[in-house]
Each structure stands twice: as C-alpha cells, then as structure tokens.
C-alpha cells in the first residue's frame, strides 16, 4: 500500500524523506514521489520508478528543511509518472501526499472541472489539491483551507498538504489510513507507518480517525475537522530502527522465520499460569464470570489472519468445549451478520489497520457485539477501536507474507482457548498438559527452524510443479490453508488446499505424477485416515510430501519433512513452520523477490 513521509524541521529534508520512503518500500508500490520548498515554490519529482531511481532523479537535493513524500499503490489511475503523487493545484502553490481511496472522486471531478478547473493526472488525490487551493480565498490558516477542502471528500484518506508560501508548516489529516506524527527536538515527522520514522525518534502520537494537525519545526497541535482541540501527548513506540534491518539475513521473510522461537517467547511472557493450569490475558478486560457467559466464539481476519482464527475456533472448540467458527472479515462486513450478544468475536490482525477487519470491527461495534482485538502493532486502529484485547509482540514485520506474526495468533488463540477452557471443563490435568505444550513450543519451532536446509532439499526437489495440493484433516486444515497460501503468495505456484477427505469428492481428478501434494500428517487420532488419503493420491500417480511427526510406512511417500512431537492441539502451529520454510525455498530457487511479491501490499488499508 501507499507510504507518507513529511519533514519540518532544521535538517536537510531530501535525505530524510528519501531514506523514510526507503524504510517503507516494503509495504509494495509501483511509483515515487517527493516535494520540497524551493525558492517560493514546490519542487516535485516524481515517476514510476522504485525509491533508489526516485534518490537518483532528486541527486543532492535541495537544502530545503522541509517537504513531503510518497510511495503510490495505484488506485484511481495507473502507475504512472503522472499519476504518481504529490499531486498539485494548477498554480503549483498546494502539494498533496494521500493513502486511502475516495468515494466521491468522480463527483468531485466533475464539479471542478465545471467550475473550470483543468486536471493534470487520472488520480482522486489531485482534487484535494485543487480544493484546498480553492479554500485558501479566505482561510486564514493553511491548516483551514485544509478543513474546508475536506467537508467535500468522502472516503478513506490519510493526507499532508503542504503550501508554496508556508513552507514551515505541514498540515496532516485521517480518516481511515493510518497517519503517526513523530516528535524530535526541533524538527516534527509524519508517517503512515512508523517504519519511517523510528531512525530519528521514537516519541509518537497516532492520529485519529476525523482528526487534523498541524505541524511545524517546534510544534504540532491537533484538532477535530470541527476544529475541536484534541491535545494528545506523545507516546513512546517500542521498535527501534535495527528492527527494520536485516541483520545478515538476505530478506525479511527468512530473518522473521528465524525470529519466531524470540517472538513466542514474548507473547507467552507473564501470560502462563502453571499453579492454576490457565493463561493470563491481562488485556482482555472480561473475568471469569463474563468468560462464561461467552455462549460462542468468532474469529475475524483476513487473508492469513483468517487461517490464524481457524486454528484458534479449532482450539476453542477443544479445550473449551464451545462452538466457535472464522469467518474473513472482508466477507463478514457485507453480509448483514447476525450479532448475537453472548458471542465473543476476535478481530485478529498484524497491522491492526486491514480496512476490511476494521470495518467489520466497526458493524459489531455499531451493533452491540463485544470484540476484543488480537493485534501486533500497538497504537494501530483496531487495537485503539476494540480498546481491549491481545497484543501479539511480535515485534515489527517487514515481509508482505506474514510468518511470525500469524504463528503468534495461533499461539495467542491457544491461550484463548486454555482460559475459555478452564473456566469450564478443562480439567487441571489438561490445563497443565497444555500449559507445558505451549511452554515447550519455542524450542520445538527452533527444532524445525534447524532442519532448514533438509527442507530446502525438498523446496529443490519439486521446483518445477506447476500446481500442487495442501492437505490437512480436520485440526491441521488451516494449517494446510496457510502452507497454500505462503506457496502461492511468495513462489506464484498455484497451490490449493484441501481436506483430506474432501479429496475424493472431486479434487482427486487432478491428481497425476506432474500434482504434487504436501500432505499434514500429525501423529494423532487421524493418523489412519491420513495415512488412507496419502494410499489414494499414490494409486492415482501423485507425489506426496509428508510432513510428520508420525511412523509412516517405508516408502509411503516421496519425500518427508520431520516435525518434533507437540502437544496434539499444538500441533497445527507446529507444522506451519515447515511449509514457510518449504515456500521461502521453492520461491528463492524460482527467483522471486521474496519480501514484496508482484501484486501485493504488505497492509491493505483500502477496500
Ligand atoms: C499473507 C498475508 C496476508 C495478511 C492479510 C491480513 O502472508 O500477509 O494474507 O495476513 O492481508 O493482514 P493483517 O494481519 O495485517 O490484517
């Protein structure tokens, strides 16, 4: 998605704004952009080029100590030089930086060309520009002109306007695109993400949804559109910038693989209870009366979060013995759900800031359904909306295809369910084996994460498939799904999951010697069933990839990845590490670039 960066300050801006684009190349964009003063006016350069040709194209720049801006994930428009922002009035005074999408672009288009306005690009952003200009006939402030132009605008935006004539000042608005202002010592930041900013300062203040800044060298002061003072203080963000690094890893995706062990660590710090056999979630605000009143449980989330909420209704169901379900949130949001009052739902989500989660927050919300978020970046929208809930502690995550985070759901779902549990039925003897499970699962992950490069054997081995399956039965499906979906999203293999038993009613037409499938194969209550399924795909030709915890029968299948023994109920979170590791190498033997698949963005905050 997009990416904001502003400056005001006493530095050189270029440098600052250049190397903040940089830090947010990971979040997927196909144009760059930047403004700053010059010599009473806006210089812009922009095109559609990645962020290392937009530092060419600037050079030294210029000694200006201010200006804004912009990585562009085309919307309204295609990716072009044009297109690309900041977008300018037609006298060349106002420069605009936007994320977000506009409902009413069409609306606003034809009324000011009416009103004889020329536009220069195919772009909703460029309007604003020219209704802030409009707006400056009689405003006195910049930060007023801004208000006005925005009564007309309808939709997500997250924007900073700069003026010709200010150059001092930036003015910064939201409304649905995440904006984070950063405070230093004489100079002020603004970001959509704090990737950008975290090099220079770590004091922050989250804009909220409706609400304007105004920022300037000393200062910054923040408002409702209405102009009602908001008077935040900043808070202090726990990432630094070695978090954005690589620390001697090639890509992000393959450095997060490896953070998992560290990140479960933190999402399990203080939140198990051995003497009572439970979990603590302190951020949840419910004590056990309200935990069993809870008749049912739903998970929300998109994309990999959905899988993530799929294992935790899994575990919800077992442990706790209610009935519980996920649904993506994107289709939750349109279909006019039935909220029922004595359902628990968890909106589950990495950035906090997916708009289709958000929104489907938002519907329960406005119907009286009691959410809690399940978030890893603090401060984001949906951690700040649901108000309560569960913070994942990942630390942040830089490659599109999420890998720590989605373990740290699962894991923070296990949780969930251990405390829905044992405030019913869960005896103390489970509790206990569960507590030890998720205890021990650090150590398991860097078990598997050790057999690295047996599993890029593997990766090797099947480089060539055009297509293949992910097969899991009943706990291990989500799982499958998400083996699937890293496969698909990082090494663009079609790869499709399915139940295990599912395969017959269909499926199994596809399956020949070019189909290989990757087939979950936990040593559990299922284990003869599976063993069943991997008999069906061989007599039909298919290669199989096992990955197991299990005794399989000798030269059963082609090739098998080994997992350490978890706890059975864990063994979904375990056995997704593997198929990380199986798509990271496939797709680096492909060549793909790993961290920023074609296509995709590492937040989707627009619809
Ligand atoms: C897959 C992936 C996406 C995200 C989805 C939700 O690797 O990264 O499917 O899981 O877009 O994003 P968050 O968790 O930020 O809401």
């Not at 295809?401 to 969930?416: D, E, I, P, Q, R």
Request: glycine share 8%; net charge negative; proline share 4%.
């Amino acid at each position: 998605m997009c990416g904001i960066v502003g400056y005001v300050g006493g530095r050189k801006a270029t440098p600052i704004l250049l190397e903040g684009l940089h830090r947010l190349e990971y979040r997927g964009y196909d144009s760059a952009g930047i403004a700053v003063p010059h010599r009473s006016r806006l210089k812009v350069t922009k095109a559609a080029v990645r962020v290392g040709e937009l530092r060419d194209l600037v050079g030294d720049g210029l000694p200006a100590t201010s200006g804004i801006a912009h990585t562009r994930w085309a919307t309204h428009g295609e990716p072009t030089d044009v297109n690309a922002h900041p977008q300018q009035d037609t006298s060349k005074r106002i420069a605009v930086v936007h994320n977000g999408i506009l409902e009413n672009a069409d609306e606003l288009r034809a009324r000011l060309t009416a009103d004889g306005v020329t536009f220069a690009s195919d772009t909703d952003t460029e309007a604003i520009a020219h209704l802030v200009a409009a707006a400056l006939d009689g405003a006195e402030t910049l930060e007023q002109a801004v208000r006005t132009a925005l009564q007309d605008v309808e939709g997500a935006y997250g924007i900073v306007v700069m003026d010709a004539t200010r150059p001092g000042e930036l003015v910064v608005a939201r409304n649905g695109s995440p904006i984070v202002l950063g405070v230093g010592d004489g100079e002020m930041f603004v970001a959509s993400d704090v990737a950008a900013l975290v090099r220079y300062t770590q004091s922050v203040v989250y804009l909220d949804d409706g609400e304007l800044a105004t920022l300037t060298a000393d200062d910054y002061r923040t408002s409702t559109l209405q102009a009602r003072s908001t008077a935040k203080s900043p808070t202090t963000v726990d990432v630094d910038d070695t978090d954005f690094q690589l620390d001697g890893y090639d890509n992000f995706m393959h450095k997060e693989m490896h953070e998992q062990p560290d990140a479960i660590r933190r999402a399990l710090l203080g939140r198990l209870d051995e003497r009572f056999a439970t979990a603590r979630l302190g951020g949840i605000n419910l004590d056990a009366r309200a935990l069993r009143a809870v008749r049912s449980v739903k998970f929300l989330g998109c994309g990999s979060a959905y899988y993530a909420g799929q294992i935790g209704a899994n575990l919800v169901e077992e442990l706790a013995r209610l009935p519980a379900d996920a649904e993506p949130a994107s289709e939750f949001r349109y279909r006019n759900p039935v909220i029922d009052g004595d359902t628990l739902y968890v909106a589950v989500s990495q950035s906090g800031e997916t708009a289709d989660t958000l929104a489907a927050v938002r519907e329960l919300q406005r119907k009286g359904g009691q959410v809690i978020g399940v978030v890893n970046v603090v401060g984001s929208a949906i951690a700040r909306e649901c108000g309560h809930g569960v913070l994942l502690h990942s630390g942040p995550e830089v490659s599109v295809a999420s890998t720590k985070a989605v373990t740290s759901m699962s894991f923070s779902f296990a949780l969930l369910a251990l405390l829905l549990g044992r405030v019913r039925d869960l005896s103390v003897a489970n509790g206990t084996r569960i507590v030890q499970g998720l205890a021990t699962l650090p150590d398991l992950i860097s078990d598997v994460l050790a057999t690295e490069d047996e599993i890029a054997k593997v990766a090797d081995r099947f480089r060539d498939a055009r297509g293949m399956f992910f097969i899991g039965r009943v706990r291990c499906w989500p799982a499958a799904r998400e083996g699937a979906q890293k496969l698909k999203e990082i090494s663009y293999v079609h790869a499709e999951a399915y139940q295990a038993s599912e395969l017959k009613h269909g499926p199994l037409a596809l399956i020949d010697e070019t189909m290989p499938s990757v087939v979950l194969v936990p040593d559990d209550e299922l284990l003869a069933k599976n063993i069943g399924t991997i008999e069906q795909i061989k007599a039909r030709g298919g290669p199989v990839i096992a990955v197991t915890n299990a005794e399989l029968p000798h030269g059963l299948v082609d090739a098998e990845i080994r997992v350490p023994h978890a706890t059975r109920e864990l063994d979904p979170i375990l056995l997704t590490i593997p198929l990380q590791l199986f798509a990271y190498h496939l797709a680096l033997r492909l060549g793909r670039d790993i961290d920023k698949p074609r296509n995709l963005a590492k937040s989707v905050t627009v619809e």
